[in-house]
């Protein structure tokens, strides 16, 4: 009887001793769910951390891997399943140094009692490719995703790989979230995947050819203007703008406006701007993740793709004939109509990434065991 008390003492402290499925260390994010609107799935959150933790163990982080490969995130304890990542900055190790990445979570819920929770696996020197899968960060209803709409990486970080190429001059600048693109010189654009994310004009139409959409982007204005945000580049597209009144408008280009928000957008200070439209006759404005206004009104006979298709177009950020005056960062094009809680939690994390969730301290796995339980005899 003492042995078997020996070997189940002995089974308890190698239980309690467990690593985290090979990772040395992890840390706990927990997510408050009064951030959250309704249910969410496959949602992207946006992590943010200048904690040296997050960088490789040379520079006095936990990653062991010299390009940061083995840092995965997960929503089990044992860091046995690696979340889809969308890293955007990576932490050099040097003071104030920036990792964002973009998490997609399968659920996350208001209804969730107290928080939400996730975590940052790194340690693990059996992995040497990205476990990330980036490109999967983004559910199938996005269709371009423009973290920094600058020259240096106008890239789409969905899988349709609608890059981009900058038209005019365009410089780097902050962003709401890391970099951004300053729009405000004149004719300052980025031409998002050419004619095959738009349309050659053979009868084609291109990947972001739809007219049941969410356009998204954090922008930044600098002066009073008409100004677009996102548009398909040539006559009888869309166009997504502030106007000159600050009011959020979609546009007929070259033809005039059909419809127009009633809230102002401000210039001076980010702001996120969504709009929406269902492909038939219901829009929709939010400002910083409240609804603006919405109505109705029948679809531009202009707006039907198999007009676009015999129409060579670029869809693009920023406006090709004018001078924007504005900053964009986060440019995220939909072909569904994200809900207004969607939208909300997005600013609830995008507004303030490091408010949105809280980092836990670290986690090592190689803890010392407890003493070992030897029983009594029997």
Known sequence: MKRLAF?????????AWASFSGYSNKRQVTITSAQVSGAQTNFPVVFVSTDIWFSTSTSGGKEVNANGYDLIASTLSDCSLALNVDTETVNSGVLGSTF?????????????VGTLSYYWCAGNSSITSYQGNSKLAWDSGFKVVGHALNPAAPQDSTANGCNGVTSGVISISTGQIASAGDFTPTNSNILMGGTTCGSAGSGTPGTLDFTTFTYHAWINPTSSN??????GGASSMIQFRRDSTNQ??????????YVVGTGSVSNGVWTQVDTTFDGVNQW???INGVLDSSGT???PAQWLVSNWRFVNHTWRFGFGNGTPRMYIDEGEVSNVVRSPGWILTEYNNQS?????????????????PPALFFGSEM
């Open 226 to 231: 008409t100004e677009d945000i996102y548009n």
């Open 100 to 112: 964002t990445a973009w998490v997609q979570i399968p659920l996350i819920d208001t209804n969730t």
């Open 7 to 15: 070997i189940a003492g002995l089974f308890l402290a190698q239980g």
């Open 352 to 368: 303030a990434p490091q408010t949105f969730q809280t980092l836990g301290p670290d986690i090592p796995s190689t803890t010392a």
């Open 297 to 299: 009104k029948t679809i």
């Open 284 to 286: 929709a404005f939010y």
């Open 248 to 257: 959020l408008s979609l546009n007929i280009y070259n033809t005039g406006s």
